[in-house]
């Protein structure tokens, strides 16, 4: 197992945007594509957001396209999610992980491995 570790989640409001980090030595240098998934309240959990690991094919939920961009810096064993124009609906709890991607269909590659995830609240 990698630690996984999230951050950058905060209460905002709707409209607004945040940025979330995670640091995840050895998932991001080791050739796994990664990505991003949330659990919203009374759901399960989804992926939202999938990066290759060369950074070159990056794949979006509907939920989140055209909103939030994916993006990694692998020299810093970094991961990124730049979230815009947020809504109530992506209120969550926010992950990241290594993923598998089929266009939308975003799935996690190592299910077992999970950091604690970061919140984020948007209120109107």
């Known amino acids: 197992r990698v630690k996984l570790v999230e951050s950058g989640g905060a209460s905002v409001q709707a409209g607004g945007s945040l940025r979330l980090s995670c640091g995840a030595p050895?998932?991001?240098?080791?050739?796994?594509?990664m990505g991003w998934f949330r659990q919203r309240p009374g759901k399960e959990r989804e992926g939202i957001a999938c990066l290759s690991w060369s950074g070159e094919r990056a794949y979006y939920g509907d939920s989140v396209k055209g909103r939030f961009t994916i993006s990694r810096d692998t020299a810093e064993n970094s991961l990124y999610l730049q979230m815009n124009s947020l809504q109530n609906e992506d209120t969550a709890m926010y992950y990241c992980?290594?993923?598998?991607?089929?266009?939308?269909?975003?799935?996690?590659?190592?299910?077992?491995?999970w950091g604690q995830g970061t919140q984020v609240t948007v209120s109107e």
């Open positions: 050895g998932l991001t240098s080791d050739g796994y594509a």
């Open positions: 992980a290594a993923c598998s991607a089929l266009a939308s269909h975003i799935i996690p590659a190592l299910p077992d491995n």
